[in-house]
């Protein structure tokens, strides 16, 4: 039986990417190394306070991470010092990073950072690698065990397309405007298995699926994980929800968060009560995250519940309906709401860059 933590016990984190640019134009480099040689250098030999700076897939990008956090307050406090980490290292090494989740400026081709695993996806994926330079914010929600974190994944389905929305910041792609809100996600939906997760009717039959996609070389052979929007971890008893891209300012990724709990939470809940999760097809699943994805807040959406077309402002207070039983027993239910409230009344990312991006305004605007 699947005990529900009390409030004030459902830890989360969060881990932010970025691109490393240049300073004068903008443009992605594939500076990480010195980047994190600087973060080590101002940091002195006991690294400092807090996690520290990790590579990612590409050279030209950087992840923080913050450590676990029990509330909003102490999360929005390690999301702002991380980002100022960052942003004294990359300083340090002659770049800025940027938070969109697409390089909006053309830029040479990539390398892939040299660790064995990602040179194994490199070898496996060929040039999806070189074309994944994306950056997304990555929410983790501790879970009693990885069985009720399966459980939790039935439940979320639905509304990581709502998630989304919320987050949409990467409407250009090397100097182009997509036409998308995100079209980080359009870019990540090539590979396998980075879409909303089937449904799994255990633990044991998700670490066989996964297994299985290993057989068949759809995964590298030392994958711990598939890359579903949302997955237990392989090493830490939570749900990571990786659905959204970066956002442009700490009160986003603060909602993401606070969103994400209070789903997860509201998810063990139904099924400690028995209830079954929605029954959202896959076709439906896959057509609400690309609707997510072309229109972000600022178009239409498909409701979670009902899979009827509505206003992305109606499909957005369905999930503040949602879970604002688990809001309000966190005592997160107001901030996250007038955070909710002000991406719909001024925009996302996404509208923010594409309003900011005439041919007067510098780079750095965006």
């Known amino acids: 039986m699947v005990a529900v933590p009390a409030p004030d016990e459902v830890t989360l984190g969060v881990e932010e990417e970025f691109l490393l640019v240049d300073a004068v134009d903008g443009v992605p480099v594939g500076g990480a190394g010195d980047v994190l040689d600087a973060d080590r250098a101002l940091r002195g030999p006991d690294g400092g306070p807090g996690p520290g700076l990790q590579r990612e897939l590409l050279a030209s990008m950087a992840e923080t991470a913050t450590g676990v956090c029990t509330g909003l307050a102490g999360l929005r406090a390690e999301l702002t010092a991380a980002r100022a980490r960052l942003q004294s290292a990359a300083r340090k090494a002659g770049l800025r990073p940027l938070a969109s989740g697409t390089a909006p400026m053309a830029a040479p081709a990539r390398t892939v950072t040299p660790t064995r695993h990602y040179r194994q996806m490199a070898r496996l994926y060929g040039r999806l690698t070189d074309e994944t330079e994306t950056c997304g914010c990555h929410v983790h929600v501790g879970v009693p065990d990885r069985e009720a974190a399966v459980a939790v994944l039935n439940h979320l389905r639905p509304w990581l397309p ?84 970066v956002t442009p300012s700490v009160d986003e990724a603060v909602l993401q968060a606070g969103l994400t709990r209070a789903l997860v939470t509201s998810a063990l809940h139904a099924v400690v009560r028995g209830r ?22 600022s178009g239409p959406a498909l409701h979670p519940e009902t899979g009827e077309r509505v206003p992305a402002a109606e499909a957005v207070r369905a999930l503040l309906h949602r879970v604002r039983p688990a809001l309000e027993a966190s005592g997160d239910e107001a901030e996250v709401r007038e955070l909710a409230e002000r991406v719909l009344a001024h925009g996302t990312g996404a509208d923010r860059q594409r309003r900011r991006a005439d041919p007067g305004t510098p780079w750095e605007a965006l």
Do not use: C, K, M
């Open 162 to 245: 709502v998630l989304l929305a919320l987050s949409a910041n990467s409407p250009y792609h090397r100097g182009t405007d997509t036409g998308h809100a995100s079209w980080r996600a359009l870019t990540l939906s090539r590979w396998p298995t980075h879409q909303i997760p089937p449904r799994f009717a255990s633990a044991a039959q998700y670490d066989r699926t996964v297994a299985a996609l290993r057989r068949t070389g759809v995964l590298p052979s030392r994958a711990a994980n598939a890359y579903w929007l949302a997955r237990p971890s392989h090493h830490l008893p939570t749900v990571e929800v990786r659905v959204a891209d």
């Open 276 to 297: 079954p999760a929605p029954r959202l097809p896959d076709h439906a699943a896959g057509t609400a995250l690309w609707t997510a994805a072309r229109y972000g807040v």
